[in-house]
Structures are given as structure tokens and as C-alpha cells.
T-cell receptor, first 117, second 115 residues
């Protein structure tokens, strides 16, 4: 079974509008972390936001917020006021803490976001 | 700039050859992770080193090996290369190596093309 599922292979959003990128995860580990990374066409992976499984509040970082619904096992990324520079691939990733000797991340397949002017 | 450096940026080689990818973590980071990003497999964890010792292993082929040196830089060795090894290879680093929130900082990647 997929541990991280991103069901939207590609999305368009109008500049200045908000957009939600979906991510669902599967784990039986009570302690885990969820990450979102951005990969522009240049290829680098840029960390955007983190949510811990025990965090009571949804994480926010500037224009990025994470809509964490633990019971539904979803961790959707919300980008407010989209900018042309937000056009990129977005990856959701999970770190499981109990059966994870290191801190390896498991990634979803990604969503390609395209911002229209 | 994440502070993680990887060399070379691009590598083109032939099947059957051996290559070495190099990674220098951010100053102070003890953990180094290697990931492979390919079109068919997506982003996959290969291996992690913490302070010179192997900490975790993922979907790493036997033809691949890695090590972390006393100065904490790491090398990923790929041998008997096949066409399917063509991918973007990322190195990432983080401060700790055990369960804790610590963001992994990714390097720019090495794009390997096997012809």
C-alpha cells in the first residue's frame, strides 16, 4: 500500500488565488512527521512546512499552511495568494518515528502546480 | 541555497561503468541521506549515515554503496551502471539522526545519465 498518496498529478491556479494540494498518508505509527517540499524546474528540493503528529495546531509558514486532519490521515498544503514563482512540483513526505532507525522520508508522487497569469 | 553541496552537477557515462557522487552536508549536520529520483520510481530513500556510521537502508541496490568520512562528507558509489540507473540523485543532511523533528536540507542533486 502507498504510504503517501497525492491524487492530483497536475493543477492549475489563477495568480493571486489560493490553492489546496492534497496529501493522504498511511501509517500505524503514533508518532510521525509530515513535510511538504517544493521542486522548481531547476530541480532543487525546497522545504516548505512541517507538521508533527502530536501538534495541536495546523502549521503555517508565510503563505503556506497545512490543513492537518489526523482522523482522516490527510495533510493538505494550502498556498494563499498564488504567485507565478509558485509553479513547481510539490511533494508531500512522511517520517515515521517508531520503525524508522533513521529519519528517512517517504515521498508521494508529487503534484505539478501551474500558476496562470 | 540549502548549504548542502553536491558534485558533480551532471554526469554522463556508459553502461557498465562506475561513478562516485559526492556530498558535503551543512556545517554541523551529522546525518547524510541519499535519495534517488527517477521518472518510474519517483523519489526513493537509498541510505542514511549518521556521524560516520550507516543508520538506515532503503531501496539501495547491491551495486550501490556509500560511506561517510570523518569530515562528514559522503560519497555514493554506483557500479556496473545500467540504463535504468539514470536519475537525479539527491543528498540531504540534518542535525540529528534519531527520531526528532529535524528538517532535511537537500542539495541541488547530481543528474546521472547512463548511455
Amino acid at each position: 500500500a502507498q504510504k503517501i498518496t497525492q491524487t492530483q498529478p497536475g493543477m492549475f491556479v489563477q495568480e493571486k488565488e489560493a490553492v489546496t494540494l492534497d496529501c493522504t498518508y498511511d501509517t500505524s505509527d503514533p508518532s510521525y512527521g509530515l513535510f511538504w517540499y517544493k521542486q522548481p524546474s531547476s530541480g532543487e528540493m525546497i522545504f516548505l512546512i512541517y507538521q508533527g503528529s502530536y501538534d495541536q495546531q495546523n502549521a503555517t509558514e508565510g503563505r503556506y499552511s497545512l490543513n492537518f486532519q489526523k482522523a482522516r490521515k490527510s495533510a493538505n498544503l494550502v498556498i494563499s495568494a498564488s504567485q507565478l514563482g509558485d509553479s513547481a512540483m510539490y511533494f508531500c513526505a512522511m517520517r515515521e518515528d517508531q520503525n524508522n532507525a533513521g529519519n528517512m522520508l517517504t515521498f508521494g508522487g508529487g503534484t505539478r502546480l501551474m500558476v496562470k497569469p | 541555497d540549502s548549504g548542502v553541496t553536491q558534485t558533480p552537477k551532471h554526469l554522463i557515462t556508459a553502461t557498465g561503468q562506475r561513478v562516485t557522487l559526492r556530498c558535503s552536508p551543512r556545517s554541523g549536520d551529522l546525518s547524510v541521506y541519499w535519495y534517488q529520483q527517477s521518472l518510474d520510481q519517483g523519489l526513493q530513500f537509498l541510505i542514511q549515515y549518521y556521524n560516520g556510521e550507516e543508520r538506515a537502508k532503503g531501496n539501495i541496490l547491491e551495486r550501490f554503496s556509500a560511506q561517510q568520512f570523518p569530515d562528514l562528507h559522503s560519497e555514493l558509489n554506483l557500479s556496473s551502471l545500467e540504463l535504468g540507473d539514470s536519475a537525479l540523485y539527491f543528498c540531504a543532511s540534518s542535525v540529528a539522526g534519531v527520531s526528532a523533528y529535524n528538517e532535511q536540507f537537500f542539495g541541488p542533486g547530481t543528474r546521472l545519465t547512463v548511455l
